[in-house]
Nanobody, 126 residues
């Protein structure tokens, strides 16, 4: 059974940083591409960032490009999201997601991911 557990969310002031972690209980973690999505109240779940199985390829949403960095440690079955220069509009529930690497080409929308965590709340005050 696959389980993704996020942590690291919290309440911070604008301009500060947070690092989210997602630990995956998943067989052959390195066979999966991983991603972060976020969902604000009343809005759709939006793509934030994704990373390929080896970490050699990454993609970011335009809204967070240059401020957020996705990384992974396959030895620890963990994916990270370093969030710097946080803004109030970054406030959302942040989800970790996984999809087999062979589906990398379509792994840009929430509907294409197979496994999800429960989410961790990030709140940025102005």
């Amino acid at each position: 059974q696959v389980q993704l557990v996020e942590s690291g969310g919290g309440l911070v002031q604008a301009g500060n940083s947070l690092r989210l972690s997602c630990v995956a209980s998943i067989r052959a973690f390195s066979n999966y591409a991983m991603a972060w999505f976020r969902q604000a109240p009343g809005k759709e779940r939006d793509f934030v960032a994704r990373i390929s199985w080896s970490g050699s390829s990454t993609d970011y949403a335009d809204s967070i490009k240059g401020r957020f960095t996705i990384a992974r440690d396959n030895a620890k079955s963990t994916v990270y999201l370093q969030m710097n220069s946080l803004k109030p509009e970054d406030t959302a529930l942040y989800y970790c997601a996984a999809v087999p690497q062979w589906r990398w080409g379509t792994a840009t929308t929430a509907g294409n991911y197979d496994y999800w965590g429960q989410g961790t709340q990030v709140t940025v005050s102005s």
